[in-house]
Structure formats: C-alpha cells, structure tokens
C-alpha cells in the first residue's frame, strides 16, 4: 500500500515538472528572432517602435530660397514719365512698350526703337553717342532726360551722322528698288546713292507707314520728318524712320 502511494506521488510530481518546463519553453519562444545577412540566428529583446507624439511635430512649412536677383518690384509710374519721349520715335513713353535708359545722357527707348540702333546705329544713343544704354530696373529711381532732335538743312546735315534730327525740304521724286520693296523719297534731285534722302525699307518700314501708294504720292511735297541720320556704307546720307508718326507734316 504504501509503495502504491509512493508511486501515485511520483507521478502527480513528474506531471507538475513537466507542465513547469513547458511554461518556461513557451516564454522563451516569445522572444524576437532575428536573422543577419549570414543568415546566422540571433536572439534579441523585442524591438521598439518609436510614433511621434503629437507635441513632437513641426509646424514649419518648407521653404525654397528664390534665386533670381531680378525680381521686379515696381515699374516706373506714368507720372515719374511724364513729359518722357523716346529719343528716337518722340512716341510718349510707355511702360508697356520696354524701357531703356543711356547711362551717359538719361534718355529713354522703347525696345523696338533699341533693336533700330542696334541694326542701323552700332548700338549709339541718338543723343551722345554712347553705347552704354540698359534696361530699366524696376524699382530703382533715376533722372530722366528729354531729347529734342537738332534741324538739319542741306548745307549741314553731313555734320550730324548718328543722331536724330528734324529736316524739312521738297520731294523732287521717289525711287524705287529695282525689287519694288525698298524706296527712297529724295530731297536732292540726285541718284538713290548720291542724294539726301528719306528712306523706306520692305521689312516692316513700308507697310507701317501706308504702303507705296503713301510713298509715291509725297512726291512733289515739302515734308518734315524726324529720324535717324546715318551714312549707309553704299547708299549714302539717309534719314531712317519706323513709324508714320515721325512724318510730322506733308504738304
């Protein structure tokens, strides 16, 4: 009898052990595993995730720095223009047109009448000459000049190469290239070459200002006309215009 008791209270103890050794088991295997590149097995603890709380985010917004160094602020006003003329058309001056100045004598172009000096002028400034004519940075405040064209004749109007003038004489007659694009509306009663002349080119000249039947019919008349005088290396002495407006009167 007691030998059986002995027996049973083996075995209740080798159940108790054995349920204690899978406990312990079971734990152990709750631990992470984790695998290097060699594939070799590693145990660790259990691995922290880190979640930013609320409080921890930023509230700044990214920002680009601008990297242009010509942001425009303000253009000139109307009334910082006012009584301005461009030195070559004598047109008002528009803010909307582009806005040159010549750093040496103030006066202002539009870009269209930029782009004439630069193709007719050598890029000189029609009142001093200077080469040195920029953009107008807006924002920035300076003086500005107004140009009055000196009056030529035909006894002086050699003197005056690269500059705007004001000439009036009589249209002894208008050739016309042998083309028929280009005119020259002659105040001498010369050759194209030889003579003083207005003259009209095809690329945009003639159109702007009415087209030949315009051109044509000046001749006989005593017109004024502001412009650009230049000595074309093989047409001579000339007046260049580039709009109808610089025809101040035909009569």
């Not at 409080?55 to 109307?78: G, W, Y």
């Not at 010549?102 to 172009?109: G, I, M």
Request: hydrophobic residues 30%; positive net charge.
């Amino acid at each position: 009898m007691e030998i059986l008791i002995l027996v049973i209270i083996g075995i209740v103890l080798s159940v108790f052990f054995r349920r204690s050794r899978l406990k312990k088991n079971r734990y152990h295997r709750n631990e992470t595993t984790v695998y290097t590149p060699n594939n070799k097995r590693k145990e660790s603890q259990p691995p922290q995730t880190f979640r930013p709380s609320p409080n921890n985010r930023s509230n700044k917004k990214i920002s680009f720095n601008n990297r242009s160094s010509n942001t425009i602020t303000s253009l000139p006003t109307t009334t910082d223009l006012n009584g301005l003329h461009d030195a070559f058309t004598g047109a008002p001056l528009d803010t909307n047109l582009g806005l040159y100045q010549c750093q040496s004598c103030k006066v202002y172009y539009h870009t269209d009448s930029l782009q004439v000096l630069r193709e007719a002028n050598n890029s000189q400034c029609v009142a001093c000459q200077s080469t040195t004519i920029i953009a107008v940075v807006a924002g920035k405040k300076t003086d500005g000049q107004d140009y009055t064209p000196s009056v030529v004749t035909l006894q002086n109007y050699k003197q005056h190469v690269g500059s705007v003038v004001t000439f009036e004489g009589i249209v002894h007659k208008v050739n016309e290239s042998r083309r028929g694009n280009d005119f020259a509306v002659m105040f001498e009663n010369k050759s194209w070459t030889q003579g003083f002349k207005l003259v009209f080119f095809s690329k945009g000249g003639v159109r702007q200002v009415g087209g030949k039947p315009y051109i044509t019919g000046l001749t006989g008349k005593t017109i004024k006309v502001r412009g650009l005088l230049i000595k074309h290396p093989k047409f001579g002495y000339e007046i260049i215009i580039s709009q109808k407006s610089m025809i101040l009167s035909a009569e």
